[in-house]
C-alpha cells in the first residue's frame, strides 16, 4: 500500500471512534494528551529504555520522574520504573513482595480492588482471602485485622477504587503492617489526592507502605502507555533482577523492552503541569464532580451512590438496565457496575460543565419516557 493510502485508511477508521472532546466520553479514566506530550514521545519513539547502554537518556529522564515521584509522595528514597500501565505496576509490587518474603503466599485484597490484582495472584499462585466492604464502600479494616496472620505475604489497598473512587482506610491499614508488605494501588487516585486539599494520605510518610501504583495515563494526564511503580527501599526492585547472558547489564523491570516515548511524554507531562499545574487540574475536576452530583440530587429517580472522594461518581437510576441502553443508543460511553448497582462517571479533565449539563439532560428525558 502506497503511504498516503495507508494514513487515509487509519485517519477512516480512527474517525469511526469517538474523541474526548466530542463530550461523550464520560466513563474512560484516561485523556486527551496534550499535544507537546506526544511529540515528545515522537521524538524518542526509537529509543527502548531496556537498552541502558544504547539510551542513557531515557535512564536518565526516568529517574528524573521517578524523583519527582519522590518529591509528591513525601520520600526522596524512592526506587520504581515507568511501566505500561497500573496493571504492570500491581504485578510488579505482588512479584516483589513474593521475592521479599518467599515463604508466604497469602494476600489480603479489598472486595473492590482493581481486577489486576487477581490476575497478579493467579500468575505467581499467590491465594486471595478477600476483604469484606463496609458500608462506606471501604476495606473493612476490622476484617483485614481479623485476617492477618502469619501466612499473610501482603495487603493491598486501592486510593480511588476503579468503580466508585473509593479510598481504602490507607493510615489505619498502616498501622497494621509493621511486619506486613503494604502495596496502595493508587494508579487513579495518586495524581489526585496529594494535588488536593485536606485528603486522606496515600504517601510514603506513611511509614509501613512498601509500594505504590501511580499511573500517569490516568489523572497524570499523559498519552497511554504510562503507569508508575514505586518503592520504599532502593533494594526492592533488586529482588526482581534477571542478568541475561546476551545483554551487558541486568533489568528489574517485569516487561523486557520498554517505550522511551512513554517515558519522555511523562517526563515532558509533569514538567509542563508541575504541582501548582495539577493542583489546577484537580480542583476543576473536583469543581465539576461538586457540580454533577447537585445536579443529581435535584432530579427524581437519580442518586449519588455516596459522596464521591475524588473525581469518580456513582449515579443510582431508576430502571438502571434501559437507562444504560437508551444512554448508550443517545451516544454516551458510560459503565455500569453491578457490584453498586450504579453507571459509574468518571469527571475527567475533558468532562466538562457543558458535558454534565447534556449527561442530566438526556438523563432527565430518558427517566420521563422521551
Ligand atoms: C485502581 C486501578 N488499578 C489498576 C488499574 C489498571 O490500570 P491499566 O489499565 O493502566 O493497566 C486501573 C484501571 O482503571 C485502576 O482503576
Not at 511509614?207 to 520504599?232: C, Q, V, Y
Request: charged letters at 30%.
Amino acid at each position: 500500500m502506497e503511504k498516503d493510502r495507508i494514513i487515509k485508511r487509519l485517519k477512516d477508521i480512527r474517525a469511526k471512534d469517538p474523541k474526548f472532546s466530542d463530550g461523550r466520553i464520560i466513563a474512560s479514566v484516561s485523556t486527551e494528551p496534550f499535544d507537546f506530550a506526544v511529540e515528545a514521545f515522537k521524538i524518542f519513539s526509537d529509543t527502548n529504555a531496556l537498552d541502558v547502554n544504547i539510551f542513557p537518556g531515557v535512564k536518565q529522564l526516568e529517574r528524573e520522574v521517578i524523583d519527582w515521584f519522590g518529591t509528591i509522595l513525601k520520600n526522596q528514597m524512592i526506587d520504581g520504573y515507568i511501566t505500561t500501565g497500573g496493571t504492570e505496576g500491581n504485578v510488579a509490587a505482588l512479584f516483589v513482595a513474593k521475592k521479599l518474603n518467599p515463604g508466604r503466599r497469602e494476600i489480603l485484597v479489598p472486595e473492590s480492588a482493581h481486577y489486576s490484582i487477581k490476575r497478579a495472584a493467579d500468575l505467581m499462585d499467590l491465594k486471595i482471602n478477600w476483604v469484606k466492604l463496609d458500608e462506606n464502600f471501604r476495606a473493612d479494616i476490622g476484617d483485614i485485622e481479623s485476617k492477618i496472620s502469619e501466612k499473610t505475604l501482603a495487603v493491598v489497598a486501592t486510593a480511588g477504587t476503579s468503580s466508585l473512587g473509593v479510598i481504602d482506610p490507607v493510615e489505619e491499614i498502616n498501622s497494621l503492617c509493621d511486619d506486613i508488605f503494604f502495596h496502595v494501588d493508587a494508579a487513579f487516585g495518586g495524581f489526585v489526592l496529594p494535588f488536593m486539599e485536606n485528603a486522606p494520605c496515600i504517601d510514603f510518610s506513611l511509614e509501613n507502605i512498601d509500594s505504590i501504583t501511580i499511573d500517569p495515563h490516568k489523572m497524570g494526564m499523559n498519552l497511554i502507555p504510562a503507569g508508575a511503580i514505586l518503592f520504599r527501599d532502593k533494594s526492592y526492585l533488586k529482588k526482581i533482577k534477571i542478568s541475561p547472558s546476551y545483554l551487558s547489564f541486568s533489568t528489574n523491570t517485569v516487561s523486557g523492552s520498554r517505550s522511551g516515548g512513554a517515558i519522555a511524554s511523562v517526563w515532558a507531562t509533569i514538567n509542563y503541569l508541575g504541582f501548582d499545574g495539577y493542583r489546577r487540574v484537580v480542583k476543576e475536576c473536583m469543581e465539576n464532580t461538586r457540580f454533577l452530583c447537585r445536579e443529581i440530587d435535584k432530579i427524581e429517580g437519580l442518586e449519588v451512590v455516596k459522596k464521591p472522594d475524588i473525581n469518580v461518581v456513582g449515579i443510582r437510576i431508576r430502571d438502571m438496565e434501559t437507562a444504560y441502553s437508551r444512554l448508550v443508543e443517545r451516544g454516551w460511553d458510560i459503565l455500569a457496575d453491578s457490584r453498586s448497582g450504579s453507571l459509574r462517571v468518571v469527571v475527567m479533565p475533558h468532562v466538562t460543565k457543558p458535558v454534565i449539563r447534556n449527561l442530566i439532560k438526556d438523563m432527565k428525558e430518558i427517566l420521563a419516557g422521551d
